[in-house]
């Protein structure tokens, strides 16, 4: 569950950072649109963040939720931009609890 987890909600973080990085050449009216897109799509990672905390346990999740959730802030306050930074650390984390879901899952003689 953790891996598979791990491998949509990475998806999901370069997906909003790829939004977010659009925005920066869009008319303002076109960048409100994009920037609400953008935390739409942010909320949705949070809720899959959380589904993976609460089934496996593991509160490693929650300094990605925490990332997350100052990413839609940012996204929130008008300065979206910043947010990518918040989703960059988001992603880095998630990649390493991918490693550690592997590394078990071939510890367990799975995959």
């Known amino acids: 569950m953790g891996f598979s987890q791990s491998e949509k909600i990475k998806a999901g973080l370069i997906w909003a ?18 920037a609400k897109t953008a935390g739409a799509l942010v909320g949705m990672i ?11 346990g593991d509160t490693a999740w929650g300094e990605i939720r925490s990332h997350v959730d100052r990413a839609r802030v940012m996204i929130d306050s008008g ?33």
């Open 17 to 34: 950072s790829q939004i977010l990085q659009v925005l920066e050449g869009l008319p303002e009216a076109e960048k409100r649109g994009g």
């Open 79 to 111: 300065v979206p931009a910043e947010a990518i930074m918040h989703l960059t650390q988001a992603l880095s984390k998630t990649t390493s609890m991918a490693g550690s879901c592997m590394t078990c899952l071939k510890d367990e003689g799975l995959i």
């Open 46 to 56: 949070h809720n899959e963040i959380q589904l993976v905390q609460n089934l496996s």
